[in-house]
């Protein structure tokens, strides 16, 4: 059993599920916007905070004297450029990994009163972040890493902009 446990893709795992629960807080809608800011904060609070046992599941797991990057999942993606979804963890990035995964509940929890416009939208922000810094930290490949590196910068773009203090704006174009 627990090298059933072993053999699923962990990493695809933890980049995935956080824009699992964002694409979930997109169909959540009704009348009361009351009811649906509730829903999408705690849709969002679950969300970070299964994606953060996952990931102690992945530190549980790493063997810290290996020498090799470890959880490595490699899958061709543009062959004649020599481009591949190229996935894995050493000791930095791992840690790196589950301080993402353990701060994002934090914050989520730290902004569940002080937001009070566009919730759904601030929360969806806030996954598709985690997913992009997750995605980051194990990237193993050059382009996959650029990606998921520019990525983040959409939602913290978002992020700044809209939830942000007085000087919001100065702060998004710099």
């Known amino acids: 059993m627990v090298d059933a ?16 629960g964002a694409l979930l807080m ?10 649906v800011d509730r829903n999408s904060k705690n849709v969002a609070l679950w969300t970070s905070f299964v994606t953060f046992i996952a990931s102690l599941h992945l530190w549980m797991a790493y063997d810290p004297g290996g020498e090799a990057f ?7 993606w543009i062959k004649s450029l020599n481009i591949s979804y190229h ?4 000791g930095i ?29 601030y929360m969806i922000a ?5 997913s992009f810094m997750i995605g980051m930290f194990a990237a193993l490949d050059a382009v996959l890493f650029y990606i ?16 942000g203090g007085s000087r919001r704006f ?5």
Not at 8 to 19: D, H, K, T, V, Y
Request: aromatic residues 14%; glycine residues 4%; negative net charge.
């Open 5 to 20: 446990i072993l053999n699923i893709p962990i990493l695809s795992a933890l980049i995935i599920l956080p824009l699992l």
């Open 26 to 35: 997109a169909f959540i809608q009704g009348e009361d916007q009351e009811r």
């Open 70 to 76: 470890q959880f490595v999942e490699q899958v061709p």
């Open 87 to 90: 996935v894995g963890v050493d």
């Open 93 to 121: 990035s791992m840690l790196f990994i589950l301080l993402s995964t353990f701060l994002v509940p934090i914050c989520i929890m730290a902004s569940w009163h002080s937001i009070q416009k566009r919730v759904r939208e």
């Open 126 to 130: 806030f996954l598709v972040l985690e």
């Open 148 to 163: 998921f590196f520019e990525g983040i910068l959409i939602p913290m773009f978002l992020i700044i902009g809209i939830w």
């Open 170 to 174: 100065y702060a998004t174009f710099n």
